[in-house]
């Protein structure tokens, strides 16, 4: 059984030196039942430290911004042992602020519907197109990522915007934009759209960001972050 631990152990440790990044997992934590708010997660284990962390945000939708105390981050003072994705950490984040969660009406049972989920390993490059449809409303869409990078690996600092046109049953084609092209992030050197997910009821619609992040060892981080639209 010792053996056994050390060999488990050995590979998870092997995998992360190889990958040399610490990759974040997306949780759907669910809208308000009016989706004016929107709730989601992320977890990972830092690649050096194998410290498990966890962060949580809640998001206006219709002013597209984190309501106020809408973003709480948590990192445990000890590493995982073999087996451990690091998901307790969201779970201890969630637990503690239950109150949040409900002042802000957030139901775990309304999460988005998905219209569009990557499957492509993409480099984050500017440019992306993608097509979706929302067959329940009979509307089709086409979403133009467009990122502009400054400097590269960790001096790197960007931005990003989306395009997206709607064109209803009726014919009728309406262009919004989305994110907003001003904010600057630190580290950050691609972008590329993950999931497009609409509210159970009122159609809001948010856009899942995978974010890639060069870290000190080379490797790259990858973190994700929404932006929200009210149809």
Same mark, same amino acid.
């Given at each position: 059984?010792?053996?056994?631990? !050390?060999?488990?152990?050995?590979?998870?440790?092997?995998?992360?030196?190889?990958?040399?990044?610490?990759?974040?997992?997306?949780?759907?934590?669910?809208?308000?039942?009016?989706?004016?708010?929107?709730?989601?997660?992320?977890?990972?284990?830092?690649?050096?430290? =194998?410290?498990?962390?966890?962060?949580?945000?809640?998001?206006?939708?219709?002013?597209?911004?984190?309501?106020?105390?809408?973003?709480?981050?948590?990192?445990?003072?000890?590493?995982?042992?073999?087996?451990?994705?690091?998901?307790?950490? =969201?779970?201890? =984040?969630?637990?503690?602020?239950?109150?949040?969660?409900?002042?802000?009406?957030?139901?775990?049972?309304?999460?988005?519907?998905? !219209?569009?989920?990557?499957?492509?390993?993409?480099?984050?490059?500017?440019?992306?197109?993608?097509?979706?449809?929302?067959?329940?409303?009979?509307?089709?869409?086409?979403?133009?990522?467009?990122?502009?990078?400054?400097?590269?690996?960790?001096?790197?600092?960007?931005?990003?915007?989306?395009?997206?046109?709607?064109?209803?049953?009726?014919?009728?084609?309406?262009?919004?934009?989305?994110?907003?092209?001003?904010?600057?992030?630190?580290?950050?050197?691609?972008?590329?759209?993950?999931?497009?997910?609409?509210?159970?009821?009122?159609?809001?619609?948010?856009?899942?960001?995978?974010?890639?992040?060069?870290?000190?060892?080379?490797?790259?981080? !990858?973190?994700?972050?929404?932006?929200? !639209?009210? =149809?």
């Amino acid at each position: 059984m010792y053996k056994k631990v !050390l060999f488990i152990a050995a590979v998870f440790l092997l995998g992360s030196f190889l990958w040399a990044g610490d990759t974040a997992v997306f949780v759907d934590l669910g809208f308000s039942p009016d989706g004016r708010t929107y709730m989601f997660g992320q977890y990972g284990i830092q690649s050096e430290t =194998l410290r498990p962390w966890a962060d949580l945000y809640i998001v206006d939708v219709p002013n597209n911004n984190f309501v106020s105390g809408g973003r709480i981050s948590y990192t445990h003072d000890g590493s995982v042992v073999a087996g451990q994705d690091g998901s307790g950490a =969201l779970y201890r =984040l969630i637990a503690r602020n239950a109150a949040l969660a409900e002042r802000h009406n957030i139901g775990f049972l309304f999460q988005g519907q998905p !219209l569009y989920v990557s499957l492509n390993n993409g480099s984050g490059s500017s440019g992306e197109s993608i097509e979706f449809r929302d067959f329940e409303k009979s509307a089709s869409f086409r979403a133009n990522l467009n990122a502009l990078v400054e400097g590269s690996g960790t001096a790197a600092k960007s931005s990003f915007f989306i395009n997206l046109e709607r064109r209803g049953s009726d014919g009728v084609v309406k262009n919004y934009t989305v994110g907003n092209p001003q904010i600057k992030r630190q580290g950050i050197t691609g972008y590329q759209i993950r999931k497009v997910m609409v509210a159970p009821k009122d159609g809001s619609i948010v856009f899942v960001i995978e974010m890639r992040k060069p870290n000190a060892s080379g490797g790259v981080d !990858l973190r994700y972050m929404v932006e929200a !639209l009210r =149809l």
